[in-house]
């Protein structure tokens, strides 16, 4: 089954595309915040998507900021959008880090670009249990 990561920014939007049986996770990109409700229900469309995990970023003691509650008013229009399809919150805590890690020795401003879909991809990656050291 074909899942979409996705990790969520006022300004732009974090891809990743993953299946459930073969346990892949690849990169899909950014998406402006302004219009990505449209481009993630092509994306869905287009590849097939049965099921959606969205990053919940909770603080570090595990409470929800206002970034989560940004996160959770995006996942209910998305519900209501994207009905047919599944769409799960998953913590997110420590992905932009990981990210971040996955970058070092890259130059600022490619790091930057590259951020938000290497974050989608390790929120994808954690909820299929795919671990890379």
Known sequence: ???LGIDYGTKKIGLAI???ELRLVSPKGTVSASNAID????????SKVKKVVVGYPLTPTGKEGQR????????????REIPEVEVILWDER??????MRRLEGLPYKRKKKLKDTIS??????????????
Request: hydrophobic share 45%; proline share 0%.
């Open 1 to 3: 089954m074909k899942v």
């Open 18 to 20: 993953g299946d459930e």
């Open 39 to 46: 481009k993630i229900k092509e994306i869905i469309k287009k």
């Open 68 to 79: 989560a509650k940004l996160v959770k008013r995006f996942v209910e229009k998305l519900k």
């Open 94 to 99: 420590w992905t932009t880090d990981e990210a």
């Open 120 to 133: 989608a991809m390790i929120i994808l990656e954690e909820y299929l249990g795919i671990f890379y050291y």
